[in-house]
Nanobody, 125 residues
Framework: VQLQASGGGLVQAGDSLRLSCKPS????????MAWFRQPPGKEREFVAI???????????DYTDSVKGRFAISRGNRKNTAYLQMDSLKPEDTAIYFC????????????????WGQGTQFTVSS
């Protein structure tokens, strides 16, 4: 199983960027996909989650610092995860990782079985 993350680069404060995470080898349409990030010199931290909720659709949640600016979504086949990031700030600079699990997972990195390779982007002020 591989998670291919893409969309990094160098942007300016206030810009928008969209990251994508495409799994291969397994589907996660009824599982959990999430984004984490690791700022320079810091631990990996939770950013956003999309978790299958059955008849309720997908549950979504975000860390407080990105609420209202970031949006996680699934592609048409529900297996690709996107992270739309608007109003970017320099403190969003980090390596962003997508993670996936076939079942219920939360906001702790150790809960996830599969990880992408990480995509770096830098927000300049």
């Amino acid at each position: 199983v591989q998670l291919q993350a893409s969309g990094g680069g160098l942007v300016q404060a206030g810009d928008s960027l969209r990251l994508s995470c495409k799994p291969s080898g397994r589907t996660f349409g009824t599982g959990t996909m999430a984004w984490f990030r690791q700022p320079p010199g810091k631990e990996r931290e939770f950013v956003a989650i999309s978790r299958w909720g059955g008849v309720f659709g997908y549950y979504r949640d975000y860390t407080d610092s990105v609420k209202g600016r970031f949006a996680i979504s699934r592609g048409n086949r529900k297996n690709t995860a996107y992270l739309q990031m608007d109003s970017l700030k320099p403190e969003d600079t980090a390596i962003y990782f997508c993670a996936a699990d076939q079942y219920y997972s939360g906001t702790v990195p150790s809960e996830y079985d599969y990880w992408g390779q990480g995509t770096q982007f830098t927000v300049s002020s």
